[in-house]
């Protein structure tokens, strides 16, 4: 294991081992849109109100409390309507663009972004990259293969509890009584004791059939999307990147570990270093909006 800056020599190893790639494979976490002001869970910004994030996204939450729970995935899209992308959402949205990809990982036949975030920050990022790259038809590049896959889905998703329908919807609140109830909370901070009690048919509804619809986000204990997909690029992986995320949510924690198991190669990208970067080849220790970026001069 290295752990060293990316001015150090471990940055030209992780460049040689990346332009070697062939199958590469991304999983992000909360502290890839950490600088774009979106809270993580775990490194101090896990509160919401008085209450525990982690606790609010169940669905035995949801159960116990549809009203609160509504009110906290409130909160979140409204964090993540007013954000953009960061410097390292960029970074990884040009590697989704095979002409940039190839600058750097001349071997990849596939680059896929598999991202535990659901504030739709790294399709934001790839939109206005691919739209820049739009215009210059001769930095097209047919080949290899990239993908971004949203394994917990998106605080933007609103899916019903009975059909299952989902839809998109970016508006500022999925219902006037979350705009109202966020409106009332201004100056009060305990949201376990003095929450807004919404009444069931005011939360939003299933526009097919009526029924309680619920933030189409996965949940703790939940599956994950697109699972079998990813299982199958894990599999292929000769080499991740773990981005700003804690490693603490199965199935993505063992993503590193499987690849290292066949042979793959591990780079780790976080602000802390942690005990289970033992197995990584490469340990970027910092903030990764800087890393990042410093890591592929040729995007600028
Ligand atoms: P986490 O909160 O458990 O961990 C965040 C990790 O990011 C920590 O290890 C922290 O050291 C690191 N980090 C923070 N700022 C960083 C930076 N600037 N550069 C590099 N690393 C940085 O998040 P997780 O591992 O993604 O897992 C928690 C779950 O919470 C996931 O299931 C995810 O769906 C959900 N979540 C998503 C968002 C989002 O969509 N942005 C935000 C919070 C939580």
Excluded at 232 to 251: F, H, K, N, Q, W
Aim: with cysteine.
């Amino acid at each position: 294991m290295l752990e060293e800056s990316s001015q150090s020599p471990q940055r030209n190893e992780f460049r040689q081992a990346l332009a070697e790639a062939k199958h590469i494979i991304v999983v992000a976490g909360a502290g890839l849109s950490a600088a774009s002001d979106i809270p993580t869970f775990r490194d101090g910004g896990g509160m919401w109100r008085s209450l525990d994030s982690t606790s609010l996204a169940t669905p035995e939450a949801f159960t116990a409390n549809p009203s609160l729970v509504w009110q906290f995935y409130h909160y979140r899209r409204t964090k993540a309507l007013l954000a953009h992308p960061n410097a390292a959402h960029d970074a990884t949205a040009k590697l989704l663009i095979p002409a940039y990809l190839k600058k750097v990982a001349q071997q990849a036949k596939s680059f896929h972004l598999i991202t535990q975030n659901v504030d739709g920050l790294s399709g934001l990022a790839f939109k206005a990259t691919s739209q820049k790259l739009a215009g210059n038809s001769a930095k097209k590049v047919p080949t290899p293969k990239t993908s971004t896959l949203e394994m917990h889905g998106s605080v933007f998703a609103v899916q019903c509890t009975e059909c299952g329908y989902s839809t998109e919807n970016r508006s500022l609140a999925v219902c006037p009584s979350l705009a109202a109830a966020d409106a009332s909370f201004q100056n009060l901070q305990d949201a376990g004791t003095k929450h807004r009690d919404i009444p069931l048919e005011e939360l939003p509804r299933c526009e097919k059939c009526g029924a309680l619809a619920r933030p189409g986000v996965v949940w703790f204990g939940e599956k994950p999307h697109h699972l079998d997909a990813i299982n199958s690029l894990v599999y292929e992986a000769d080499m991740i990147l773990v981005i700003g995320t804690s490693s603490t949510v199965r199935p993505a924690s063992t993503f590193a570990y499987r690849v290292k198991r066949h042979g793959g190669k591990v780079a780790v990208f976080n602000l802390e270093a942690s005990t289970q970067d033992q197995q990584a080849d490469y340990v970027f220790v910092g903030p990764c909006e800087t890393i990042l970026p410093s890591l592929f001069p040729e995007f600028d």
